[in-house]
Structures are given as C-alpha cells and as structure tokens.
Nanobody
Framework: VQLQASGGGLVQPGGSRRLSCVAS????????MGWYRQGPGKQRELVAT???????NYADSVKGRFTISRDNAKNTVYLQMSNLQPEDTAVYYC?????????????????WGQGTQVTVSS
C-alpha cells in the first residue's frame, strides 16, 4: 500500500493551489487522512486532518485559508490552499490510516506520502 501526493509547485503570494493524495493497494478501509508540512529548518507540523465521517481539524495558521476534503470512492484526500503566503512554503506530506489485505490477512498501516514541495514566492 502507498500514498502518492501531487500538486505542489511555485505559487505567488495570495495565490491558490490544490494538493491531491491517492492511496493505492489492496485497501478496504481508510480512517483518518491528513496533511502535514515541513518548512525550511522547521519540524513537521500538522496542517489538517479529516476523519472517515468527514470531521475536519485545522492548524490555527491555516484556518479560513485551507480546506481539506476527501473522496472515499477514489481513496483520495485533497488540500485546497488559498491566500498562500511565503510562510506556507514547505514540503507537504499526506498521511492516512490504511486498512488492507496482506496475503489474506487484515493489516493496518499509518502511511506517509513522499511529499510535494509548495513554494510561495514572487
């Protein structure tokens, strides 16, 4: 099982960007999904999470600017980012609790995507 993140790039201050993260493998359930980020010289921090039922949680620094959503049919979580600022520059990682079939046995993994770089600069 794996997570594949995409959508990063260079954005001007005040701009928007949407990140996507797809889970693949013999997955039969996904619980919490989320986005984290790690800026230059900083520790990884939580950005937003969403439960399987759709309850969302945001870091104070992104409330009102970022929106997390998920498409359970596509095993995908999104992060819509608006009014981006230079301090949002970071590598963004997706994370999810994946329940999957491991050669006939149920298994669970807290998986991380490979990270996608978002740079906010003029």
């Amino acid at each position: 099982v794996q997570l594949q993140a995409s959508g990063g790039g260079l954005v001007q201050p005040g701009g928007s960007r949407r990140l996507s993260c797809v889970a693949s493998g013999k997955i039969y359930r996904i619980n919490d999904m989320g986005w984290y980020r790690q800026g230059p010289g900083k520790q990884r921090e939580l950005v937003a999470t969403i439960t399987s039922g759709g309850s969302m949680n945001y870091a104070d620094s992104v409330k009102g600017r970022f929106t997390i959503s998920r498409d359970n049919a596509k095993n995908t979580v999104y992060l819509q980012m608006s009014n981006l600022q230079p301090e949002d520059t970071a590598v963004y990682y997706c994370n999810a609790d994946l329940y999957y079939n491991d050669y006939g046995n149920p298994a669970v993994e807290n998986a991380w995507g490979q990270g996608t770089q978002v740079t906010v600069s003029s």
